[in-house]
């Protein structure tokens, strides 16, 4: 099994940042892709960014420019920084990780539990 944790989500006021954090464990062979999702209330759960194990990034166009997403292979860690938080950004945000394992052949996705941002004045 393969878990992720992540830490960072908070309140905080409009242009302000935030840094989210997913660390991820388990029976992990290698980490294909890991990403960040956000679903805010009433609303379908939506690619934020993803970046793969070679480092190719991939950014929704609403968070273009203010999130830059980075990982640590060896840490097997993914980072979402976001800066100028608008009022739209609230939301759950969720860790995504595509990897491979040493118990089975194939990739598998793994979600974590969601860590709530809010902006707010």
């Known amino acids: 099994q393969v878990q992720l944790v992540e830490s960072g989500g908070g309140l905080v006021q409009p242009g302000g940042s935030l840094r989210l954090s997913c660390a991820a464990s388990?029976?992990?062979?290698?980490?294909?892709?890991m990403g960040w999702y956000r679903q805010a209330p009433g609303k379908q759960r939506e690619l934020v960014a993803t970046?793969?194990?070679?480092?190719?990034?991939n950014y929704a166009d609403s968070v273009k420019g203010r999130f830059t997403i980075s990982r640590d292979n060896a840490k097997n860690t993914v980072y979402l920084q976001m800066n100028s938080l608008q009022f739209e950004d609230t939301a759950v945000y969720y860790c995504?990780?595509?990897?491979?394992?040493?118990?089975?052949?194939?990739?598998?996705?793994?979600w974590g539990q969601g860590t709530q941002v809010t902006v707010s004045s």
């Open positions: 995504y990780a595509e990897v491979t394992t040493k118990a089975a052949s194939g990739r598998y996705g793994f």
């Open positions: 388990g029976s992990i062979f290698s980490i294909v892709v």
């Open positions: 970046i793969t194990s070679g480092g190719t990034r």
